[in-house]
């Protein structure tokens, strides 16, 4: 594994074209990466912080002093001109274009400096607090809970009712089976949004609205996944299956104890596109969800930007903890996409 | 008292027949083998019996109780598959297990039963196992094991060993047979190849194009075939077929030979045409008699096979004892040993033997 990560063209150094290859591919962890850095990076920053202009990288905070006869901890600046000039001062409030300010050993006295001399004392922090906010000022446990419930209910009921029908459709003979198989691999055509409205009616007629299981029931049957799965079962011989009727196996054991363990990497896949779907989606939980205490942390995500105002800091951080589940899903998941088909125990 | 009973037994797909009319008796406790060329329908035939194939017309009994309603379990039977089909997944000791926790055995039957099972065929080191780390001959013990541990009343091979190297199928050969002499059962075995026919069979079954060409014990089939299909598939080199006619009692073959014919022995009309077979070792070089030129020799030490054409073109095989000095290229004589001749019609292929009623 490792001589074939570091293979390269030139015997001994590297040829120009190695060179290329490592370029590119730094472009493309670039690419794929710096997104994501940058999302969790500013995640960490101050509302103040992310206001500021020209950006920068690090997530920086300004120093804060608890002084007596102020409730509030003030920010800290270093003049830079005039009498106080080389000295940490603490502002008790700004006006217009004059910032009053306070020496930390004489809280009482107020000075007046302009702001153009005065510069913020900074240190590289990371503002948590934006995270505890979170819990604190939303209820973002019960987001969570709701795209937990969600995913993992909907995946599991999309695996059940996908392998089945893959299940049917690739080891039994019946008539009009090919029909069937073209009319599940036909709806892949059908874009969501043209069954938007019939669906709504329906779901709604179903008294779904603003469940999860709303959420969840309609999009439970995937035509990919009947056919992912179909085709890998299609690759497990008959004759396990003849086998296990000899072994007097009901046709439902056959199912669940010989086709789905077979089955595991395809169902795998099914499992990680499944629970991405439905972690990310957002169309169809905005319309049958109306009701905040129901949203999913998508929906969430949507109303931290208002009309007027967006709350950064918060929609940042909440967009870093989204992220993280899935991806440690992905990461844990991901080495059963690449598993190979699973040895049939034939010749 | 038959154990396994077919009675115009029939399968079509559509109106494709594939089995066309089996009438078959098999009694308890023997090794009955189904033999024949690809395609002639004899693993089809076992499917229906194990009923995993459902029945098209005809009747399955199984120690005289119709069967053809039963699913596969409720038969009785247990099969070995030619991919041996152990489930991947499960250990060897899961695979053997598995049918018999469909049946709800109680545990301690279930291991004592694996411990026999396991024991008797050698595989009590590789019960916990899977089926991918085990060697060609290690999965098909696990899966003639997966059928033993269910104490079947009747067994069902299909060409077990047609996944094996030579070697190994000579010794798995071997060891069927005295499993079958240990336990008893009956046993029904499909293959292609007449050799392991030959060798394991107690009643051979030659199919062809889904009809039953002959049933009956191995030497009787190879001394008394009852047509042209059974006496070319049975024996091996095969045998020399001759055209000819009968000629005052005699057959005049297209050579121009004249073979005289044992009397009694055939019904022949004169002038019939037929076809005259006589198996490679009841041909022996002689001082005069039918041409053959050689066109190569095969030397095997104990035995040799001389193989070539008679004069007017049939091949022809002759097996000399010992080591013979003939060079291809030469042009012998060969005497007929006409006791070992068979006579065929030669418009319906079956014998003329008056013993034989086909």
């Known amino acids: 594994m490792a001589s074939f990560l570091t293979r390269t063209r030139g015997k001994g150094r590297l040829h120009w074209t190695d060179w290329a290859s490592y370029a590119y591919l730094l472009l493309g962890v670039f690419i794929m990466f710096a997104p994501v850095l940058w999302l969790v990076v500013s995640s960490f920053k101050t509302e103040a912080e992310l206001q500021h202009y020209p950006p920068r990288l690090l997530p920086y905070i300004q120093k804060t002093i608890t002084l007596p006869g102020h409730d509030e901890p003030l920010p800290v600046f270093k003049v830079t001109r005039g009498e106080l000039a080389g000295q940490e001062v603490a502002q008790v409030r700004r006006i217009g274009l004059v910032s009053q300010v306070v020496r930390p050993e004489d809280p009482q006295t107020i000075v007046k400096v302009s702001i153009s001399d005065r510069a913020p004392v900074e240190r590289v922090a990371l503002a948590t607090t934006n995270y505890s906010k979170l819990f604190a000022r939303f209820n973002f446990p019960r987001f969570f809970w709701n795209s937990l419930f969600i995913t993992v209910v909907a995946t599991a009921i999309t695996l059940l009712v996908n392998a089945m029908a893959a299940f049917a459709l690739s080891k039994y003979e019946f008539r009009g089976r090919g029909t069937v198989m073209a009319l599940v691999i036909g709806t892949l055509m059908i874009p969501q949004t043209v069954v938007l409205v019939p669906l709504f009616l329906v779901v709604r007629e179903f008294g779904m609205i603003n469940s999860l299981w709303g959420v969840i029931i309609p999009g439970a049957a995937t035509p990919t996944g009947v056919f992912l799965l179909r085709q890998y079962m299609l690759t497990i011989p008959d004759e396990i299956l003849d086998a296990a009727r000899m072994d007097n196996a009901s046709e439902w054991k056959i199912f669940w104890r010989i086709i789905l363990p077979l089955s595991a990497p395809a169902l795998a896949v099914l499992a990680i596109l499944s629970i991405m779907w439905r972690w990310n989606d957002f169309l169809w939980p905005l319309i049958a969800l109306s009701r905040s205490e129901n949203y999913t942390l998508q929906l969430a995500l949507n109303s931290f930007q208002g009309e007027f105002t967006t709350d950064w800091a918060s929609l940042l951080a909440m967009t870093v903890l989204t992220l993280a589940p899935i991806a440690a899903v992905f990461a844990f998941l991901q080495k059963y996409i690449a598993t190979g088909i699973a040895s049939t125990g034939g010749k | ?358």
């Open chain 2, 1 to 358: 008292m038959a154990d396994l009973e077919l009675r115009g037994v029939r399968k079509a797909y559509g109106a494709f027949d594939v089995i066309k009319g089996v009438d078959l008796s098999i009694a308890e406790g023997e090794f009955c083998v189904f033999v024949g060329p690809s395609g002639c329908g004899k693993s089809t035939l076992l499917r229906m019996i194990s009923g995993l194939e459902p029945i098209t017309g005809g009747e399955v009994r199984i120690g005289g109780e119709v069967v053809n309603h039963l699913g596969p379990a409720e038969r009785g039977l247990a099969m070995v598959f030619q991919s041996y089909a152990l489930y991947p997944h499960m250990t060897v000791r899961q695979n053997l297990s598995f049918g018999l926790e469909n049946m709800r055995a109680p545990k301690a039957e279930i291991e004592a039963r694996i411990t026999t099972a396991a024991q008797m065929l050698q595989i009590e080191k590789l019960l916990d196992r899977r089926p991918k780390d085990l060697s060609g001959g290690q999965r098909q013990r696990v899966a003639i094991g997966r059928a033993v541990v269910r104490e079947p009343r009747v067994f069902l091979f299909d060409e077990p060993l047609s996944n094996l190297d030579a070697e190994l199928r000579v010794e798995m050969r071997g060891e069927i047979s005295r499993l079958h002499r240990r336990i008893g059962n009956t046993m029904i075995y499909v293959t292609h190849d007449q050799v392991e026919a030959m060798t394991m069979a107690d009643k051979i079954a030659v199919l062809r194009d889904g009809q039953l060409e002959q049933f009956g014990r191995p030497l009787d089939l190879y001394n008394a075939p009852a047509n042209l299909f059974v006496a070319g598939f049975i024996g091996s080199p095969r045998m020399n077929f001759f055209p000819g006619r009968i000629d005052r009692g005699a057959v005049r073959l297209a050579t121009g030979d004249v073979v005289a014919l044992p009397a009694l022995r055939f019904e022949a009309d004169e002038g019939k045409e037929v076809t005259l077979g006589i198996r490679p070792n009841g041909l022996r070089p002689a001082d005069s008699g039918l041409r053959l030129t050689v066109a190569s020799v095969e030397r095997l030490g104990g035995e040799s096979y001389l193989y070539g054409n008679a004069p007017d073109g049939t091949p022809v095989t002759v097996h000399c004892a010992g080591q013979t000095t003939v060079e291809p290229g030469a042009d012998i004589p060969l005497a007929l040993d006409t006791g070992e001749v068979h006579l065929f019609s030669a418009k319906s292929g079956r014998s003329l033997r008056k013993d034989i009623r086909s």
